[in-house]
């Protein structure tokens, strides 16, 4: 059973501070690993893709990947609270076609 | 930017009762995608779809699901006689390529709930 595997929060951080989410994934056969956004009653919203082992920046996003420990991260810099929302880690496996979503971090940031 | 649709956004039927959800995605996308979500709980994978024809499904995906493209743009998803435990948001996906490493775009959503 493919799992990926994230803290339910909520994360609760303070405005201008750093936010870091993080995620585990049982299958070693996943390759491509998204970050998605989602606020109440919203559909997700892609934030980042990460492919290669390592740091990945957009803006105030930075994905990390460790596949050996299998673990993926996002940290969201200078906070704010437009950033409140659930972040979905999400796994897919090469040649495959369909996304294994964790159950999400509920993200706070305290104004 | 163009965006995946979804209609309609809310759907109420009655147990046992036909619905059919629409989605239009991105036009030079290839790939279509359903998945769904129960309230608070995790995004399942329903079912894939290329070259009009189903590319991967779950075990969600029983005999009760079908998916169709029936013209060059329209992606449905039908649920042929629905239970209690269908009521869910319902969510489009598309994506230009499949095959793994594609992103997918999701649409808004169509929020059912089966009575």
């Known amino acids: 059973q493919k799992e990926v595997e994230q803290n339910s929060g909520p994360l609760s951080v303070p405005e201008g501070a750093i936010a870091s989410l993080n995620c585990t994934y049982s299958?070693?056969?996943?390759?491509?690993f998204f970050w998605y956004r989602q606020y109440s009653g919203k559909s997700p919203e892609l934030i980042m893709f990460i492919y290669s082992n390592g740091d990945k920046e957009d803006g105030r996003f930075t994905a990390q990947l460790n596949k050996a420990s299998q673990y993926v991260s996002l940290l969201i810099r200078d906070s704010q609270p437009s950033d409140s929302a659930t972040y979905l880690c999400a796994a897919e496996m090469n040649r495959d076609d369909k996304i294994i979503f964790g159950k999400g971090t509920r993200l706070h940031i305290l104004p | 930017e163009p965006e995946v649709t979804q209609t309609p956004s809310h759907q109420v039927t009655q147990m046992g009762q036909e619905v059919i959800l629409r989605c239009v995605p991105i036009s030079n996308h290839l790939y279509f995608y359903w998945y769904r979500q129960i309230l608070g709980q995790k995004v399942e994978f329903l079912v894939s779809?290329?070259?009009?024809?189903?590319?991967?499904k779950s075990e969600i995906f029983d005999d009760q699901f079908s998916v169709e493209r029936p013209d060059g743009s329209n992606f449905t998803l039908k649920i042929r006689s629905t239970k209690l435990e269908d009521s869910a948001m319902y969510f489009c996906?598309?994506?230009?390529?499949?095959?793994?490493?594609?992103?997918?775009?999701f649409g808004p959503g169509t929020r059912l709930l089966v009575l």
């Open positions: 779809f290329y070259n009009n024809e189903i590319s991967e």
């Open positions: 996906a598309s994506s230009e390529q499949g095959g793994g490493g594609e992103t997918q775009y």
């Open positions: 299958d070693r056969g996943s390759q491509s």
